[in-house]
């Protein structure tokens, strides 16, 4: 326990009332996180989004849940807002709400849009996107409806990795909850090799797939792919696949497939 510059052994009591402190706030996390992806699965977003199947990041810091820390939101509203485009989107803005500050791509008044950032007041990230389409091998066949694994796991992955930087440029520290969802894949499948289907397509086993939170122990030190790989695993196996392609079995390497 730091007092002021000195620091000193917490007593039993202290220790027992700081572990239940933090399940108390890790409860907390994982209903915030239940909450969020419960909108998304009824299409609540705070940007309306084009009609599919949706990936979803939530982001959770416990520190922001007890009060201690929180993201300037003013700060960001500024050129730092620019972080949070992505790439595709050909640019952006943003615009402030109740929850905190959204950051979506140009689009017009009446348009949906292919995703969002949510930075909330205490810390927390939500980050939503288009994840799949449509795919016709030729001209006389069915359209299949298809999630792009290559782009599943590189959106996860930059996303995660652009909020923790974020996170730590602002400030924030000690552990925090990070979750990957597909939402609405009932009818879709994933692609494994987009230009060569042959090599199969793979059916999700119920309509949402939302993976279990992990649990990062210290945000100075997190590194993405400790809590990526494992997640993206997950959302893999969700669609009955072993694992998640773009990572080495062997060594852990983060190496995407090219296409």
């Keep these: 326990m730091r007092v002021g510059t000195n620091t000193s052994d917490l007593t039993f009591d202290q220790l027992r009332m700081a572990f239940d402190r933090t399940a108390t706030l890790a409860d907390r996390a994982r209903s915030f996180i239940g909450q969020r992806v419960d909108l998304l699965i009824k299409r609540r977003s705070p940007k309306p989004l084009i009609h599919g199947p949706i990936r979803a990041l939530h982001f959770v810091p416990i520190a922001g849940l007890a009060g201690r820390q929180a993201v300037d939101l003013?700060?960001?509203?500024?050129?730092?807002?620019?972080?949070?485009?992505?790439?595709?989107?050909?640019?952006?803005?943003?615009?402030?709400?109740?929850?905190?500050?959204?950051?979506?791509?140009?689009?017009?008044?009446d348009e949906d849009h292919c995703g969002y950032a949510q930075?909330?007041?205490?810390?927390?990230?939500?980050?939503?996107?288009?994840?799949?389409?449509?795919?016709?091998?030729?001209?006389?066949?069915?359209?299949k409806l298809i999630v792009w694994s290559l782009?599943?796991?590189k959106w996860f992955r930059e996303r995660s990795s652009t909020i923790l930087s974020l996170a730590k440029d602002y400030g924030l520290t000690g552990p925090a909850v990070i979750s990957f969802s597909m939402l609405h894949v009932e009818e879709y499948e994933l692609t494994i090799d987009a230009f060569f289907p042959r090599r199969g397509f793979a059916k999700p086993d119920r309509p949402h797939l939302v993976a279990p939170e992990v649990w990062i122990e210290n945000l100075e030190?997190?590194?993405?792919?400790?809590?990526?790989?494992?997640?993206?695993?997950?959302?893999?196996?969700?669609?009955?696949m072993e694992r998640c392609f773009d990572y080495d079995p062997s060594t852990g390497e983060y190496k995407p497939r090219r296409q």
């Design 74 to 109: 003013q700060a960001l509203h500024g050129q730092p807002f620019t972080r949070l485009l992505e790439n595709d989107w050909g640019g952006g803005s943003r615009v402030f709400n109740l929850d905190g500050l959204v950051v979506y791509p140009g689009a017009g008044p």
């Design 119 to 143: 930075a909330f007041r205490n810390g927390a990230f939500e980050a939503a996107s288009l994840g799949g389409g449509t795919y016709q091998q030729h001209q006389s066949a069915r359209e």
């Design 151 to 153: 782009d599943m796991t």
């Design 221 to 240: 030190s997190a590194r993405v792919d400790d809590f990526a790989r494992p997640l993206l695993d997950t959302l893999w196996q969700g669609f009955g």
